[in-house]
């Protein structure tokens, strides 16, 4: 017992600078509230029906949890987890916009093969149709949305984006 005590000491001892190393003081977190979020799903489901088109909307926060989503009447009942999916993989890679995450699926799918089946939040899908939430310079979550085409589903994010006074760029 008293060399599994010198064990434990010794290990911590050695994993300590590790935890030093990181920079000091809190790293500043925010996340989408509901309200706004909400507010962004109704200006995405407008946009659509504006461009008479129906469509599944999804916000996560940066964490890739669900704060609100909508699947309008008509649409598959599964485009409301491929939106899910396309907000995960936005939000999971730091806010790359799906057109971006595309064109890296294109160029190396294996890697996005593997990493989709590490994703606790469900399954990641690098497509067109999803955007990051920048509000004031700062990530706050991201949106997905699926059914209508790939640039519509991006169009109507951003609309949604737009109306929350928040922007798709740092």
Known sequence: MNSLKRLVVLGMTALAPIAYAQPPGPVQVENISLEQATALIQASIEYAKQHNVSLSVVVVDTAGHIVTGARMNG???????????????CVATGGTPGRELMDRYKANPIVFGQISSLSYGGPMFPSQGSLPIYFKGILIGAVGASAASSQTDEDAGRAGIKAIGASETK
């Open 75 to 89: 649409v598959p009942f599964a485009s409301f987890d491929v939106a899910r999916g396309k907000a995960l993989a």
